[in-house]
């Protein structure tokens, strides 16, 4: 069939993400000023479907803003990161740049706001976009302009306002489809949808080649891309079966026929709790008759197209693929994001580069999807681009090498939760980078989009552990300055400390180490490169788990204020740290330095860093822990001695207090005391400085003793 043929929305709407770095300087400020236009008129008229004001503050969902927020967010957005990346100085309105900035992401149904707000009229935010609309142009037309176009770019800057906008104008769309039809109206472009529809196909599964995937992306790339593309991933995926067509409504049929919306099995405990909230029992945009059908489109109600794909959310997918597993005896699911890519890599053309598109997507074709046996692709597969996204059984995460980009350091972060799903292919409203291959989109798996899904039969996935962003300012604090940046000239703190303590090894044996108190773990990484095995133990367990997130996944993200609530994202890794080789031979647990179970014995050397004044009997540990290291082995402590009644009462403070002579008695004088006769004190004791960054502009700056003990 010829898809040139299949067209009935008209070409002179259809744009592509720009080529960043082809042509003359001046003929790219040409090409993203048309862009920039064509999408700021795209993204008004769909807003011209809206029936009457009422349409633009009624909520479609309960989980979202009216679309009065969206109909001035995306004009907000250009005036709020040009001024925030210094490129401009200027306002246009501070209420609505306020007001319309935030709020974007879908809710859970668990933290619902039913908070209501002074929304302003639609005249008022179009007098806004219109305003916007001359600064932007004007900016573009007098911008310092460089080929290639980078992230750190002018026009990078103008480029992500109208990429966000691209991704605006689908997501509207949706909440359009979900208001009533009495609040929308009919429109010549997004009123023009596919008018052909008849019986459903009967799906089969076709076999997929596996292998090794690489996903990612370099800043060499020619096309815009969102931070969360950038970086390099590679996943071995098995050869596996999957589904020739997307799952059609008439396929969707027989899961509910079967009760699927009411059998509990089929569902994840997420599923059935959104179940409960929303009362569902059939696909939103399914119009329940009586005992049958219809179908809402973004305008109208129609005739069930039962051969078109359809529209769900994830865990309304995951539910069918567990009645269709239980119904074959097979293992089904949706594709992890890599088994996407296996099946998309078979197709050799991408937008902005194809003459025409080889699926239902960028407008090219319809408002609304088609059948799913309408456009084939290589293998025999249909609809491996566009009609409806697919959900993907991945929640998003970062790719190795992951920056967050400056301007817009909350675009990617937030979902990096394990509650947001990637979904891949793109739909039928799909424009701009929401078209492109290595487009990463993920949404709350209750999220309601022109989504669908392809079921496979393969292997079940390991539980995927996700390393989310650490946000609490303790423990971040403690993986900077742990793994972090040095202040001040200050070396880092770790590290100096076993530095330091090595003078005194040589000669001995290095078979087993202790460290206690551990913390986040970077002295128990720098023992491993001399001990052949650490024991790292600390009371916190949330400490304790940024390490061992290391050991795992070779990566460790977080999050450190700066003030307020604006914080700076950063990541560390094992390979950074050059521990890949080492990093095994620490056991990290969680333990009592003052009830140590027997099993922790036998060291050659044990080291407590800046543990003493935080415990809450530092004697009885003292002489606990004189029988856990062999003749000849060591002790190291370091402590800035700051007793605090806190963690330690002040008659179990080893000094720091006058003696009953009235002299001054240091905590040294205690140590010595508590500690003989078994260990003898090597050398002089020794100052370590260190930092600890608590904001952008607060440090503690302190400065540790450090002795060594050996056990005589």
């Not at 999408?39 to 011209?48: G, H, P, T």
């Not at 890949?580 to 050397?605: R, T």
Request: charged share 25%; aromatic share 14%; net charge negative.
């Amino acid at each position: 069939m010829n898809p040139s043929r299949l067209s009935v929305l008209p070409e002179s709407i259809v744009t592509r993400t720009t080529v960043l770095n082809t042509g003359e300087a001046e003929q790219k400020r040409e090409e993203i000023l048309r862009y920039f236009h064509k999408s700021f008129d795209l993204y008004e008229s769909l807003f011209d479907c809206l029936a009457n004001e009422e349409a633009f503050t009624t909520k479609a969902s309960p989980l979202r803003h009216p679309l009065i927020f969206y109909f001035g967010h995306t004009a907000v957005f250009y005036i709020n990161k040009l001024n925030a990346a210094k490129l401009i100085d200027e306002r246009v309105d501070p209420a609505l740049e306020s007001s319309l900035a935030i709020g974007v992401d879908e809710m859970s149904w668990d933290d619902l706001n039913d908070n209501n707000y002074p929304w302003p009229t639609r005249d008022q935010v179009k007098d806004y976009r219109d305003k916007t609309r001359a600064i932007v142009d004007r900016f573009i037309r007098t911008c310092d302009v460089q080929l290639p176009v980078g992230w750190d770019d002018p026009l990078w800057m103008i480029m992500m306002g109208i990429e966000h906008e691209r991704i605006h104008l689908e997501t509207s769309s949706v909440l359009i489809r979900e208001l009533p039809l009495s609040m929308v109206q009919a429109h010549e472009l997004w009123g023009t949808i596919c008018t052909s529809s008849g019986t459903a196909p009967d799906n089969e599964l076709l076999p997929v080649t596996g292998g090794d995937i690489s996903l990612g992306k370099s800043r060499q790339d020619p096309l815009y891309g969102w931070d969360l593309e950038y970086g390099t991933q590679t996943n071995t995926v098995a050869d596996f079966k999957a589904g020739k067509f997307l799952v059609s409504n008439q396929e969707f049929l027989d899961f509910m026929q079967a009760g699927g919306y009411t059998t509990r099995r089929y569902w994840t405990d997420e599923g059935w709790g959104w179940i409960r909230y929303r009362h569902a029992t059939h696909p939103v945009f399914w119009v329940s008759e009586g005992d049958s059908y219809r179908y809402r489109t973004m305008l109208e109600v129609i005739d069930m197209p039962w051969d078109w794909p359809v529209d769900v959310a994830y865990l309304e997918a995951k539910a069918f693929c567990n009645w269709k597993s239980e119904q074959t005896g097979t293992h089904i699911r949706m594709p992890t994001e890599a088994e996407w890519h296996a099946l998309r890599n078979t197709v050799d053309t991408d937008q902005p580069y194809w003459d025409r598109a080889p699926g239902n997507i960028n407008l090219e074709y319809y408002a609304s999807s088609c059948p799913v046996n309408r456009h084939e692709f290589p293998g025999g597969f249909y609809d491996l681009i566009g009609n409806v996204w697919q959900w993907t059984e991945t929640p998003v995460d970062a790719y190795e090498g992951f920056e967050v980009h400056p301007a817009y350091d909350d675009f990617s972060t937030p979902t990096f939760d394990g509650k947001h799903n990637i979904f891949k292919g793109g739909c039928w409203a799909s424009t701009g980078n929401y078209a492109i291959k290595d487009a990463r989109y993920a949404f709350r798996r209750h999220f309601y989009q022109h989504s669908g899904f392809r079921y496979i039969q393969a292997e079940p996935i390991p539980e995927s552990k996700m390393n989310v962003y650490e946000k609490d300012d303790m423990v971040a604090q403690y993986i900077e300055f742990h793994y972090g940046d040095s202040y001040f000239g200050v070396p880092n703190f770790p590290v100096a400390c076993i530095a330091e303590a090595s003078s005194h090894w040589q000669g001995r044996k290095m078979q087993r180490a202790l460290d206690i108190g551990c913390a986040t773990g970077r002295s128990s990484f720098e023992l491993a490169r001399q001990y052949e095995h650490v024991d790292a133990l600390d009371f916190s367990a949330r400490l304790i788990q940024a390490p061992t997130a290391l050991q795992a996944s070779g990566i460790q993200r977080f999050a450190l204020q700066d003030e307020g609530d604006l914080v700076t994202y950063k990541e560390v890794t094992i390979e950074e740290l050059g521990y890949q080789d080492i990093k095994d031979k620490v056991s990290f647990m969680q333990g009592d330095a003052c009830n140590l179970p027997e099993k922790f014995a036998d060291y050659d050397m044990v080291f407590a860093g800046n543990l003493i004044d935080r415990l809450y009997d530092p004697a009885l540990f003292l002489n606990l822990i004189k029988g856990r290291i062999r003749q000849g082995g060591l002790l190291v402590i370091t402590s800035p001695y700051t007793w605090l009644e806190e963690f330690t009462d002040k008659d179990k403070r080893l000094g720091g207090f006058k003696a009953d002579t009235g002299e001054s008695y240091t905590t040294l004088d205690g140590l010595r005391e508590t500690l003989a006769p078994e260990f003898q004190q090597l050398g002089t004791e020794t100052d370590v400085p260190f930092v600890i960054r608590e904001t952008r502009r607060k440090y503690q700056h302190s400065v540790a003793q450090l002795t060594v003990w050996e056990k005589v």
